[in-house]
């Protein structure tokens, strides 16, 4: 019985013998056969995983400190990749946490106040254009998703939850 394992359509699996892994990756849901006592299955989410951040608090451009609360999607693109370099979903979010949060500390710490506020794009009576929330989003992921490429993930969607402002921030808002 431990000589044959089951792929589900959720799944996707790497084989290692003795800690390294051992053919490719196993993304075709069905049965598998491995070598019993010496070959180990290592099950991987072909799903879209959830990544929730931690709500910290982010100076501006203009020193105005503001509670960011972020969320995002990611997915395992590379097995093989990811089981090299992060080995298991807890290592994964320990990396999305860093390369997140650090992204969105740059976005953020990058541009004023009055670009967090806003949702979209938009031009003032100055015609000078403003980033905008959806931008600033948009600027983090595609910097995360650079910088997890070769962690075998990739990150599919990123969101700013909530923005808290402090009470002196809060009035002038």
Do not use: C
């Amino acid at each position: 019985s431990s000589a044959f394992y089951i792929v589900e359509e959720t799944d996707q699996v790497i084989v290692t013998q003795f800690g390294k892994p051992v053919g490719q990756p196993i993304a075709e849901p069905g049965l598998q056969y491995k070598i019993p006592f010496m070959q180990k299955v290592n099950r991987f989410e072909k799903r879209f995983l959830e990544w929730d951040g931690y709500p910290n608090q982010v100076p501006t451009r203009d020193k105005r400190f503001i509670w960011v609360d972020t969320t995002a999607r990611w997915r395992i693109s590379d097995p093989l990749l990811f089981f090299q370099r992060l080995r298991d979903e807890r290592g994964a979010q320990s990396r999305l946490d860093d390369i997140l949060d650090g992204e969105t500390r740059n976005a953020v710490a990058n541009h004023d106040l009055i670009d967090l506020v806003r949702s979209s794009q938009e031009a003032s009576s100055e015609e000078k254009a403003w980033s905008g929330r959806d931008q600033l989003a948009a600027e983090v992921l595609k910097a995360a998703s650079a910088a997890s490429q070769d962690l075998g993930v990739e990150v599919l969607d990123f969101r700013f939850k909530r923005i808290n402002y402090q009470e002196d921030v809060r009035k002038e808002v």
